[in-house]
């Protein structure tokens, strides 16, 4: 079965750096999205990407974020300068369309320090 | 804002029961509804999704009912193994936001032998 695939599992890194993580996509799928979820909380939506821009942002999603789709494969969350709020789990997803459920990866864990 | 903590609800039912699981969603403009499972350390998993057209869908082992009166939807599953312990959450689209679909808190389930 086709999957969501993001690396790293788990980043850890300073308060300050820029970290990027990735995900492959399902390779059909036209809709990428980037959610997140704080230990023991829901999961949060960040931003939703088609045809080589971002569809819809949440307020979560500042000027810290972006995103980006670098080739025909990856699709990629930049943020850049990490605060220690941002530890989370990092889930990226991808869908056919928008009448469709999304597919989810495993997440990256992001532990700021 | 967001609880810091966030309690989840926990339902407990005995292996071979039939378990349900609620939620009620906040905009009565959403079409589109989808439950996925979550199980510890792993992304969300879609479960079943049903569109506002229609009150009740049916997949393997799982059942899912939408009230659009009382904005109420439900998961049933059939004859609970042990597998099915997660954390269960409903996620809905709204129907002027075709790029987003948002998680609900989600409700822990918890399987007795």
């Known amino acids: 079965e086709p999957e969501v695939t993001q690396t790293p599992s788990h980043q850890v890194t300073q308060m300050g750096q820029e970290v990027i993580l990735r995900c492959v996509p399902i390779?059909?799928?036209?809709?990428f999205y980037w959610y997140r979820q704080i230990l023991g909380q829901k999961v949060e939506f960040l931003v939703s990407?088609?045809?080589?821009?971002?569809?819809?942002k949440s307020e979560i999603f500042d000027d810290q974020f972006s995103v980006e789709r670098p080739d025909g494969s990856n699709f990629t969350l930049k943020i850049r300068s990490t605060k220690l709020e941002d530890s989370a789990m990092y889930f990226c997803?991808?869908?056919?369309?928008?009448?469709?459920?999304?597919?989810f990866g495993s997440g990256t864990r992001l532990t700021v320090v | 804002g967001e609880s810091v903590g966030l309690h989840l609800p926990t339902l407990s039912v005995q292996e071979g029961d039939n378990s349900i699981i609620n939620c009620a969603y906040s905009?009565?403009?959403?079409?589109?509804f989808i439950w996925y499972k979550q199980e510890s350390g792993k992304g969300p998993q879609f479960i079943i999704d049903?569109?506002?057209?229609?009150d009740k869908r049916q997949g393997q082992r799982v059942t899912v009912l939408l009230n659009k009166t009382v904005k109420h939807l439900s998961l049933q599953i059939a004859a609970t193994q042990p597998g099915d312990s997660a954390v269960y959450f409903c996620?809905?689209?709204?129907?002027?936001?075709?790029?987003?679909?948002?998680f609900g808190s989600g409700t822990r389930l918890s399987i007795r032998p």
């Open positions: 049903i569109r506002s057209n229609m």
């Open positions: 996620a809905e689209r709204g129907y002027s936001s075709a790029s987003k679909i948002i």
């Open positions: 990407f088609y045809n080589n821009e971002i569809s819809e």
């Open positions: 905009n009565s403009a959403s079409d589109y």
């Open positions: 390779s059909n799928h036209l809709y």
């Open positions: 997803a991808s869908s056919e369309g928008t009448d469709y459920g999304y597919t």
